[in-house]
């Protein structure tokens, strides 16, 4: 009995953070396509980044020759000069995922003498994350003060206005919302497992 409580504990987590994973995970790019992180030229990584939108949450994934290439996270003025020496950030595995985490301009370049000159260089814009689709608010009609302490009778126009929009959901706020969703079943999950 209790190994079955267990398999269907362990079965039922592997599932809620499946659904998680997927609910909370952004788009995951894989810089240059097919053909990966290489020596191309500048319009081909301008191009490849010009067809698509990154925003927080969402992954890059640069795929490489690790003998021949890294990948080197640098600032704007680098990133202009190609200059490897002083790099945010720098991944040698020939495999790396960078997770955007923060809206602006990001930049990366192969460290590699010459491969950033010829061209081996990306630079995204990274946009806040996003609530998806989601309509504009529609304002709301609120009674003004002035129809309540009138005692004149006044047209029905003027005794409405039009309110302010609600504000809306910040994308941490989004997040904060998802990550409830996912772990508050999961510790429902776990005291259950554990009576």
Same mark, same amino acid.
Request: with cysteine; aromatic share 10%.
């Given at each position: 009995?209790?190994?079955?409580?267990?398999?269907?504990?362990?079965?039922?987590?592997?599932?809620?953070?499946?659904?998680?994973?997927?609910?909370?995970?952004?788009?995951?790019?894989?810089?240059?396509?097919?053909?990966?992180?290489?020596?191309?030229?500048?319009?081909?990584?301008?191009?490849?980044?010009?067809?698509?939108?990154?925003?927080?949450?969402?992954?890059?994934?640069?795929?490489?020759?690790?003998?021949?290439?890294?990948?080197?996270?640098?600032?704007?003025?680098? #990133?202009?000069?190609?200059? =490897? +020496?002083?790099?945010?950030?720098? $991944?040698? %595995? &020939?495999?790396?995922?960078?997770? /955007?985490?923060?809206?602006?301009?990001?930049?990366?370049?192969?460290?590699?003498?010459?491969?950033?000159?010829?061209?081996?260089?990306?630079?995204?814009?990274?946009?806040?994350?996003?609530?998806?689709?989601?309509?504009?608010?529609?304002?709301?009609?609120?009674?003004?003060?002035?129809? #309540?302490?009138?005692?004149? =009778? +006044?047209?029905?126009?003027?005794? $409405?206005? %039009? &309110?302010?929009?609600?504000?809306? /959901?910040?994308?941490?706020?989004?997040?904060?919302?998802?990550?409830?969703?996912?772990?508050?079943?999961?510790?429902?999950?776990?005291?259950?497992?554990?009576?």
């Amino acid at each position: 009995m209790a190994f079955i409580k267990s398999n269907v504990f362990f079965t039922s987590l592997l599932i809620l953070v499946a659904l998680c994973g997927v609910a909370i995970g952004g788009t995951v790019h894989k810089v240059g396509d097919s053909d990966g992180w290489t020596i191309m030229s500048v319009n081909n990584y301008e191009e490849w980044s010009s067809s698509r939108t990154f925003q927080v949450g969402d992954s890059l994934v640069f795929k490489y020759n690790k003998d021949f290439h890294d990948v080197t996270e640098v600032t704007h003025n680098d #990133f202009k000069l190609c200059e =490897p +020496s002083k790099p945010l950030a720098r $991944y040698k %595995t &020939g495999s790396d995922t960078i997770i /955007l985490t923060k809206p602006g301009l990001q930049h990366f370049i192969c460290g590699f003498p010459g491969h950033c000159d010829m061209g081996q260089k990306l630079q995204i814009h990274v946009l806040p994350a996003s609530l998806g689709p989601v309509a504009a608010p529609v304002p709301k009609l609120i009674r003004s003060r002035s129809s #309540f302490s009138s005692p004149s =009778p +006044s047209p029905l126009a003027s005794q $409405y206005q %039009t &309110g302010p929009s609600p504000a809306p /959901l910040s994308s941490a706020s989004n997040s904060n919302v998802w990550i409830g969703l996912c772990f508050i079943p999961l510790l429902l999950l776990i005291i259950l497992d554990h009576h």
